[in-house]
Each structure stands twice: as structure tokens, then as C-alpha cells.
């Protein structure tokens, strides 16, 4: 997949991390590390998002795992998830938390 082209197809806003709002994150993970399938650990979307995917919604579970990212001194940022997504992702004592962004917002490097 070519990623360059993907990234053209809508106008990129970065963010520094610590300026993300609850708004701009369409999904969460928090789980244990290993498999991220959801059977050890839990998406979450916003109280009015899609949930498709199995989401279970909770906009506080969305808004308390962008915070706890936030609070993290090292967190990956910059890759994009398969529909083109960037996705901030860190660990923080025994599990896994990702912040999947909505389309057009990536974090600043
Ligand atoms: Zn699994």
C-alpha cells in the first residue's frame, strides 16, 4: 500500500499531542499486551460514533485513555493504522493504549 498516497486524500491538521480533544479521537484500545483482536482488552468510540467494529461506546473510556496517553513522557506516534488513520499508541504498566485520530488530524512531530 502506498501510504504517501493515502495521506494526499484529505487535508493532514497535526496536533501536538498535548493539544488533541476528546473530539478528534474516533476509537481507543486498552488492553493487555499480545493480541489486539479485543480478547484481552476493549475498543472504545465516542456515545454518538460508529461502532461497526464492535466498539463499545464510552466517550469517558475515549477521553480517559487520550488523557493517560497524554500523561505519558514516551508514546509512538506518526504511523497510520490500515484505513489510513494516524494512531498514537503507548504502553503504560501491563497494557496497551491506542488512540485512533479521525480522519485529517495526525500528531505534530
Ligand atoms: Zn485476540
Given at each position: 500500500m502506498n501510504t504517501e498516497a493515502r495521506n494526499d486524500e484529505f487535508q493532514v491538521r497535526s496536533e501536538p499531542l498535548q493539544a488533541l480533544?476528546?473530539?478528534?479521537?474516533l476509537r481507543v484500545y486498552s488492553g493487555r499486551p499480545?493480541?489486539?483482536?479485543?480478547?484481552r482488552g476493549n475498543y472504545y468510540c465516542q456515545?454518538?460514533?460508529?461502532?461497526?467494529?464492535g466498539e463499545k461506546k464510552s466517550s469517558a473510556m475515549v477521553t480517559k485513555v487520550l488523557r493517560t496517553l497524554q500523561a505519558q513522557d514516551v508514546v509512538f506516534a506518526g504511523e497510520r493504522d490500515l484505513d489510513g488513520r494516524a494512531y498514537v499508541f503507548a504502553d503504560v504498566g501491563a497494557r496497551h493504549y491506542v488512540a485512533y485520530l479521525v480522519a485529517g488530524v495526525e500528531v505534530a512531530r
Open positions: 480533544t476528546p473530539a478528534q479521537v499480545g493480541c489486539m483482536c479485543g480478547c456515545n454518538d460514533g460508529d461502532d461497526s467494529r
